[in-house]
């Protein structure tokens, strides 16, 4: 089979606002920092890779990534440095080999050209909180792949970023009525918890606009949800399954 192109979307932040709920910031909005979760981009990434694909990063404004702090730590790995040294050093790669570290702008992406791709992912992180799920160009791009149903598929907190539909075309958000499985309230409730602030919710987000939240045991074990075009999943543990579920989307 011929190899496809694949979009992958990032965000340019670094950060996302949380309000602080305790200690001398309390009430405050604090800058935390964060960005693309490494094992939630790097799983499905290298099955994109190992398939044969090509992939192209884009973001809002074209500026570099940065990974999720946590996302680099041992615990994220269960103690394991050499799954975590590979996926730091694929990310290399693509720093080396395929503009990783100058992302696409949106607006430089017509739809001509996105006719020829066949698919696109976002990974989560907190990022996409900050700058994807009110951008108009991504809406564009995401009506686009919905509109000619090519697959599309997002994890934890990627899903977020489907609100940006609302801010293209008509108005309306596309993904209204489809099942959908994200980083949940109950997850990000933990969040807050450790951080000791109040974050956005991308599960309610969602379910306030008309998605189906599908969320339970198996979603937090690693299972994904499809729906029509999209593949969905919640958390880290998910990133394996969606991989291979949007390689075999694409490859139909």
Known sequence: MPPKKVLIILSDAHSFP??????????KVVEQPSGFFLQ???????????AGHEVTFASPKGQEPAPDPNSESLLAYAGNFYERQREQDLIERMRRENGFSRPRPFSTIS???LATFAGVFIPGGHAPLQDLG???ELGRILRFFHRENKPTAVICHGPYALLSTKEAGDGNFVYRGYKIT???DAEEKVMETLLGGEIDKVESALRDEGAVMIEGAPEKIGGTTLHRELVSGGNPLAANAL???FVRMISV
């Open 134 to 136: 009110a951008d108009p």
């Open 18 to 27: 949380l309000k602080k709920t305790r200690g001398n910031e309390a009430g």
């Open 182 to 184: 994200s980083w949940s």
């Open 40 to 50: 939630e981009l790097a799983k499905p990434l290298q099955k994109l890779l190992d």
């Open 111 to 113: 739809d001509d050209e």
């Open 243 to 245: 991989g291979d579920r």
